[in-house]
């Protein structure tokens, strides 16, 4: 699409991230980017100025800066984790890890408080819903102190776009839950959020840590990846903070998961090139017998070919755009090829593809997903013993034709819990006492709680001491999404099994010569709307060329098509930022 993306849009990416800031060589202080770029003027491409009874609108774009020195931001009190990992990293690329489970898990919340609000937020979910009165969700009503919450759970694939109208029409309930990549669908996000969203600045901004020690241990790039300014005037002092952050990011974003056990069972070594996937999957499929090697690749391979995370890369004069360069056409090609030789399974790219669920009972070998179906599986098909051979692993960073290898890395804050515009301070207060429950980090009871339940209902200790989901954990956490969005983690943490955790810090260390930069690092940008609407055309058009619907010979037209129409427009947009940022 014509905007840059953070990180791949997958609910599960949980691994967080500093988020970076402007060079300390730029030419220009940070606090007055925005102006002496020309970027923010009134309706040239930021915000037009607010006034007392207009609403902040626009359609040129937009671009703010993440700037980790503002006074509204929470006081920072660390929270230091209670128990020592057994594995410890470089936060955030390279996540520490325990290899036994804390048991006991710490108590992170020594004194709950208590409430009795009833509240309503909106949430994505991918999996079966769970029922108002799931034994689940009356049991953290007690725990997190006696707030009721009603978590309204639509389908996570509609969930972007029917959010665009929920929140115009200000019909979202109290709360509203949304992934980073999900703004890319409301044209002007940056005005939806002050426009929208309740300002929670009065309430969050300074010494928070007696009431919510784990928010205010969150720290100051979560919260400055939270804030947004609504004149570009005076971007400091028109500054608030407007969504209680989710995951930060950092690391490897996402992976290409294998089934290592079927692998060595057929013979076959664990690709590392984009050429030898193709040749393992040629010998695998079949299509008339009902087998397909590949699942999910549409997001994870871009990496493969060079394709830059946000899109656009600078070339030493200007900036070139993924869809202009010719390693595009390859990767298209190389899709277009997966579909032509029936190598990928053919539900992929409906609603109805299941890649869990079809990577777990082996009828394809690869998929894309995030870090958690990893550990979440391996647990769960060793918990029920179905099948003691299983085994996943990560594949590595592909090269293709020789060239060096790249693996996108996941930036900035992977989500936001915003509140309705007019909701109360006291209301929005005891919400955010749920987010601090929420923010417990792995190893404490409270996460213990929210992750996998209750011990005798949703889990049970296994013989190492680990929580293991029983048959109503399994149903209640199929990707559903509910206390797990109130907020993020003060610190990310490796999950699973001690050999998955060995695994994954393994594969992080190695992965971190080839992770790729993000060239924007330090600013929030919102392409200009013929940018956003063009990209929009020109992936459905990609789409239609990858699933056969259209021709490959189509694809330069659409190219020239998406330049007219507005990539051009975006491409001067992100280029002032950049120079800007850069001082080229």
Not at 95 to 109: D, F, M, Q, T, V
Not at 176 to 191: K, L, P, Q, R, Y
Not at 224 to 234: I, L, Q, T
């Amino acid at each position: 699409m014509a905007w840059p993306v953070r990180a791949h849009p997958h609910p599960q990416l949980k691994d967080e991230d500093d988020m970076p800031t402007p060079s300390d060589g730029s030419l220009f202080r940070r606090r007055s980017l925005l102006k002496a770029a020309g970027i923010g003027t009134a309706g040239a491409a930021g915000f037009p100025l607010l006034s007392a009874c207009a609403e902040v609108s626009g359609g040129e774009g937009n671009v703010q800066e993440v700037d980790q020195t503002l006074d509204i931001l929470p006081t920072y009190k660390e929270w230091p984790l209670p128990i020592e990992p057994d594995l410890v990293g470089e936060p955030p690329n390279h996540p520490s890890g325990y290899l036994a489970y804390p048991n006991p898990p710490a108590k992170a919340i020594a004194n709950p408080p208590s409430n009795s609000g009833s509240y309503q937020v909106y949430v994505p979910n991918w999996g079966p819903a769970l029922a108002k009165d799931d034994p689940y969700l009356l049991a953290m009503q007690e725990a997190t102190g006696g707030t009721k919450i009603e978590f309204v759970q639509s389908d996570g694939e509609a969930f972007a776009e029917a959010s665009t109208q929920w929140i115009q029409a200000e019909e979202f309930g109290d709360a509203i839950f949304m992934f980073g990549w999900m703004t890319n669908s409301h044209a002007g996000f940056n005005e939806t959020v002050v426009n929208r969203f309740a300002d929670i600045s009065d309430i969050v901004s300074g010494d928070i840590a007696e009431r919510w020690p784990l928010l205010a241990g969150r720290g100051d790039n979560a919260w400055a990846d939270s804030v947004w300014s609504s004149d570009p005037e005076d971007p400091v002092g028109s500054a608030g903070i407007y969504g209680v952050p989710w995951g930060l990011l950092g690391g490897p974003s996402n992976a290409f998961f294998h089934r290592a056990d079927l692998l060595a069972e057929g013979g076959f070594a664990v690709p590392t090139t984009v050429e030898e996937l193709l040749e393992t999957a040629r010998a695998w499929s079949d299509d008339k017998a009902g087998r397909w090697a590949i699942g999910g690749t549409d997001y994870i391979s871009k990496a493969w070919f060079r394709l830059e995370a946000t899109g656009w890369l600078w070339d030493g004069s200007g900036l070139v755009h993924n869809y202009e360069r010719s390693e595009f056409k390859e990767w298209v090609e190389f899709q277009r090829t997966l579909t032509d030789e029936k190598l990928r399974h053919p539900s992929v790219g409906s609603a109805d593809f299941d890649g869990k669920t079809l990577h777990r009972t082996g009828e394809i070998l690869f998929d894309q997903d995030g870090w958690s179906r990893w550990w979440q599986m391996t647990q769960e098909v060793r918990a029920t013993g179905e099948n003691p051979a299983f085994e996943l692993g990560p594949v590595g960073a592909l090269t293709f034709q020789g060239r060096e290898p790249m693996y996108h890395s996941a930036w900035g804050v992977g989500g936001w819990l915003f509140f309705r515009k007019d909701l109360g301070e006291d209301a929005i207060a005891e919400l955010l006492d749920v987010s601090n429950y929420v923010a417990a980090p792995y190893g404490t009871k409270e996460y213990e709680t929210v992750q996998f339940g209750f011990e005798g209902q949703q889990f049970e200790y296994d013989a190492d001491g680990r929580p293991a989901l029983t048959e109503a954990g399994v149903r209640g956490f199929q990707d559903s999404l509910s206390y797990t969005a109130m907020s993020g983690t003060t610190e990310y943490l490796l999950e699973g099994p001690a050999d998955v955790i060995e695994a994954r810090f393994a594969f992080d260390e190695a992965i971190l010569p080839y992770l790729d930069t993000n060239p924007f690092a330090g600013l929030r940008l919102t392409s200009p709307e013929s940018g956003t609407n063009a990209g929009s055309v020109f992936d459905e058009k990609v789409n239609d060329i990858i699933y056969g619907r259209a021709e490959l010979s189509e694809l330069d037209g659409a190219v020239a098509t998406w330049k007219s129409e507005g990539g051009d427009e975006a491409r001067e947009f992100y280029e002032k930022a950049y120079k800007q940022l850069h001082g080229e």
